[in-house]
């Protein structure tokens, strides 16, 4: 079993919970418990936690010896989130192809990618009128790219990588969904790494990674070409990123502090007041990926905005912990110039490289949309002096712009976003009725069945995520717990902004970029239900066993959503009784 590390809060010559009052001395048994060895007052141990190992019990009821016991606890810490990250895989591409249709809005990121990879900038395919997606699917890439620009209202990223796709394996359903099933599954292997670092704990991690690769939304969105499971993976990826460059940055600090006659090292505030950080290069790698994720779709910039912060503030936890003094003024002299230009600058070039095809397409009206403005309805002005190709792109960005502020046009499927939490409205995908005997309709049906793809997340998982929400924000607010603040703020980065939208067309699906917390949301609430390593064996046992039921429950629930998921025909009947909720109907 595990511990669920938290806040940390040792202090040089002082009882670990010496001087508290009461009521947080009763709350001691959520937080963090230092081995029986670890030397008290030792600082190294609040800026870099030991992982947490399994009890040798646990080694001694499986007959395993002391030298196998350590190989495996030091293979599982890959070895466990590879085979998570395999079981979601397996399900994401079986069948992948299936439907054999353009679902939803496949129809228009199927084709622009397809254009993209072989024009650079996106067209209209209206010359081929409204059987356009019947001739795709049985031409296999052998119908002609039209040449006519189109407006679209998404940056290219997210295109490029369901066209990579494509051009690997056609232009065809398997083709266009190979690259989201991909990065989906991808996003789970992270989801392992990211939750075990952070809870320094591989089974917390795995059944963060476990929960998200159970979760229908998550599910579907791996298996249709839509450009939100891309943005969740370049989101995530940029988190971990981060997480990897906290770790890093507080290793180096801890070296970088005396240690005492014995063996010891404590706060020291020259060091941590003057202390520089040096390269730092993964978060350099999260402004790429951020610069990704905004170049996918445009809500990526609120998750920029908020990362930014959020590694900033770490460094200031990390200077304190060190024992600056002004920790604050330390970080704005020594990291906010750095963080600044490793993120901001660099998601911003990451960002305008992304649209290369369309910058280096004719400008005579034959290349992409808008891309000769410059040279016809916006010539001369103030801003004459600055390329017609940097122009002309500002100004297709502020169309864009005002399209999606002012986009209010209703649909069957649209949702506010006080209900995506509870799943109020999902969204239909695919939806069929074969009679029997045909598309894998019973013979014996007795009527028609119902085959559907919904985009709803597996229901006991996002409402457990509801409470967990709840969880972090107590863990954040009263224990300062670093990963409840930085589980809550990924939520808040992925789901707020779109309050200030609420008359906007918007949809459950969007909420698939914020999943991956909630997951990790998850898995630390049921990491307090299991109990702290030191809590008596009826605690732990009761623990897990209520962990345990939880967490068989999700995988039951999305086991019994699984035809809605796929596709598959299931009799009429079956299919009502999915429908837990009118509005899901």
Request: aromatic fraction near 14%.
């Amino acid at each position: 079993m595990t511990s669920t590390a938290s806040s940390m809060d040792l202090r040089q010559g002082q009882a670990p919970h010496e001087g508290r009052p009461s009521w947080q001395r009763r709350l001691r048994r959520f937080g963090y418990a230092p081995g029986k060895d670890a030397p008290a007052g030792d600082v190294r141990d609040r800026l870099v936690p030991p992982y947490t190992q399994p009890s040798p019990r646990l080694w001694r009821v499986l007959g395993a010896s002391p030298a196998l016991a350590e190989r495996l606890t030091r293979w599982s810490g890959w070895g466990g989130p590879l085979l998570v990250t395999l079981m979601a895989g397996l399900m994401r591409f079986w069948n992948l192809g299936s439907p054999r249709a353009v679902i939803f809005d496949e129809t228009y990121y199927a084709k622009d990618a397809w254009a993209l990879v072989h024009r650079g900038f996106e067209v209209s395919w209206d010359q081929y009128g409204k059987n356009t997606n019947d001739m795709v699917l049985q031409q296999h890439g052998g119908l002609a790219v039209p040449t006519d620009a189109a407006y679209v209202v998404h940056p290219p990223v997210g295109k490029y990588v369901i066209g990579l796709g494509e051009l690997l394996f056609g232009f065809d359903p398997f083709g266009w969904r190979f690259m989201t099933a991909l990065l989906g599954t991808l996003s789970v292997l992270l989801l392992c790494r990211i939750g075990r670092r952070m809870f320094r704990s591989t089974f917390l991690g795995c059944l963060a990674g476990a929960l998200m690769a159970v979760d229908g939304l998550h599910f579907v969105m791996s298996r249709t070409s839509l450009l939100d499971g891309v943005l969740m993976f370049f989101v995530v990826a940029a988190f971990g990123a981060l997480v990897v460059d906290r770790d890093r940055a507080r290793e180096r600090l801890a070296a970088a502090l005396p240690a005492g006659p014995d063996g010891r090292v404590r706060p020291d505030a020259s060091v941590a007041d003057t202390f520089r950080f040096g390269p730092r290069p993964w978060r350099w790698t999260a402004g790429v990926l951020l610069g990704l994720a905004v170049g996918t779709k445009w809500n990526g910039l609120y998750v920029l905005a908020a990362f930014c912060v959020l590694t900033v503030l770490w460094d200031v936890g990390t200077r304190k912990v060190a024992g600056a003094r002004h920790p604050y003024l330390a970080v704005l002299k020594y990291d906010t110039g750095a963080a600044f230009v490793a993120t901001i600058p660099v998601a911003l070039v990451v960002y305008v490289a992304s649209w290369t095809g369309w910058i280096l397409s004719p400008a005579d009206g034959t290349g992409g949309y808008y891309r000769d403005w410059a040279a016809t309805d916006g010539k001369g002005g103030t801003w004459a002096f600055l390329p017609d190709w940097l122009r002309s792109l500002w100004h297709y960005e502020h169309e864009v712009y005002k399209f999606h502020v002012g986009l209010d046009q209703p649909h069957t499927y649209q949702s506010n976003p006080w209900s995506w939490l509870v799943l109020g409205r999902p969204v239909s995908y695919f939806y069929e009725s074969p009679g029997p005997g045909t598309d894998g309709c019973p013979a014996d049906a007795g009527e028609k069945c119902a085959r559907e793809v919904l985009a709803i997340g597996t229901p006991l998982l996002w409402w457990a995520a509801c409470f967990a929400i709840a969880y972090v924000l107590w863990r954040w607010a009263l224990r300062r717990d670093w990963r409840a603040g930085a589980i809550a703020c990924g939520i808040a980065a992925g789901y707020l902004p779109w309050f200030l939208y609420q008359e906007r067309t918007i949809f459950l699906f969007y909420a698939v970029v914020f999943l991956p917390f909630l997951c990790l949301a998850v898995a630390m609430m049921t990491g307090a239900v299991i109990g702290p390593a030191r809590s008596s064996d009826t605690r732990r046992v009761i623990g897990a066993t209520a962990a345990g039921v939880l967490v068989l429950l999700i995988a039951w629930n999305f086991v019994y959503f699984w035809p809605l998921y796929t596709g598959q025909a299931i009799p009429i009947g079956s299919w009502r009784a999915r429908m837990w909720l009118d509005t899901w109907v």
